[in-house]
């Protein structure tokens, strides 16, 4: 057996991976579930072949049935506006593999490296700026690490170790354990930061033994995640993230912008009030990075701008995310300014 297929054997014997075994895989599947024609969709469906559609099942039972425009099922189904081709819309709209600094290493900010920690997620995002990423250069199995975390270890200016991905939850736990003590011997590193969607769509990866982990060392631990319409929350990821909080992980939340999907003040500020009911502080809301196949979320800066003045009239100002955008080369995230 090969050692991929070893990895995927453990994780489907976990609650979560036994969950994420049965994802389905396909439109027709998909549709069937929720009670819909491919001729509801009248521009029509992608094959999607490069970059199928995956979603796990509690994620679809939170669709609405019979909804052709439901802002979760807009999230994973490929339609065929994909395939055109937009100018300003890239391939890597972030230039990230000129900071891809080595297989698995992304160096781009001051005092932080991202860490692919692995390339699979639990859920194909069709808005997402890395569906075009070269993870097989970048395929960083257990035992592979070493070369990311000498590089780690010899720039003391690197403070925050930020596992990414794919899903670094993806990870079983036993390896991510071991990965997160092997960063907190690294003396200058103080923080650590996971981001992750896995839990959004699959609320039993927030498991007590991910608490022990992401408290066990000296690092402080943040896990961020990527909730983007208030639907997407359960009354187990309020359990659960509120057990996180209490043993001392800050719980944060980033959001995409995305037409079709939370494109309207009601929605965003219902959002960052269930997300402080859940135990997460809404931290950045992104405009789309422009990643070709996924021109038709995107929202003008105006628009965005606007959406954000009416949350800031709204809301308590701890429950209003930062609004930016990130572009290439730029030493951090840039906010968005009125026009
Ligand atoms: S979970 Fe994140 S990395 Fe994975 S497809 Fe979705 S947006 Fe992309």
Redesign the pocket.
């Known amino acids: 057996m090969s050692s991929v297929a070893q990895t995927e054997k453990v994780i489907f014997q976990q609650e979560w991976g036994q969950v994420l075994a049965q994802s389905l895989r396909s439109s027709q599947q998909l549709l069937a579930e929720l009670d819909l024609q491919v001729t509801d969709f009248p521009e029509g469906l992608s094959e999607a072949l490069q970059f199928p559609l995956f979603v796990p099942r509690p994620f679809v039972k939170r669709m609405r049935k019979g909804d052709p425009c439901d802002p979760l099922l807009l999230q994973v189904l490929p339609l065929a506006a994909e395939e055109q081709l937009h100018s300003g819309f890239t391939l890597d709209p972030l230039a990230e593999q000129s900071t891809n600094v080595q297989a698995g290493l992304i160096h781009k900010y001051h005092g932080r490296v991202l860490l692919l920690a692995a390339s699979g ?5 069709r ?5 075009h990423f070269p993870y097989s250069e970048n395929r960083v199995a257990r035992g592979q690490w070493q070369p990311a975390l000498t590089y780690i270890a010899q720039d003391p200016s690197i403070t925050e170790v930020i596992l990414s ?3 670094p939850l993806m990870l079983q736990d036993e390896h991510l354990a071991e990965l997160v003590e092997r960063i907190a011997q690294i003396p200058h590193v103080q923080r650590l930061r996971v981001h992750s ?2 839990p959004v769509v699959i609320a039993e990866r927030l498991t007590d033994q991910l608490t022990h982990i992401l408290t066990g060392t000296r690092l402080r631990s943040s896990l961020v995640l ?1 909730v983007n319409h208030p639907r997407e929350l359960t009354p187990m990821h309020a359990e659960r993230l509120g057990k996180l909080r209490q043993a001392g992980v800050t719980l944060l939340n980033q959001t995409v912008l995305l037409k079709g999907v939370n494109d309207s003040a009601e929605v965003l500020i219902e959002l960052s009030e269930k997300l402080f009911d859940h135990h997460l502080l809404p931290y950045y809301l992104h405009v789309l990075d422009r990643v070709q196949g996924a021109q038709h979320f995107d929202l003008s800066s105006s628009e965005a701008y606007g959406l954000y003045q009416q949350m800031l009239a709204q809301l308590p100002g701890y429950l209003v995310p930062k609004l930016v955008r990130e572009e290439a080369g730029q030493p951090h995230k840039t906010p968005l300014h009125a026009f």
Do not use: S
């Open positions: 997620c639990a859920i194909n995002c808005y997402c700026f890395r569906r991905g794919g899903d969607r896995l990527h």
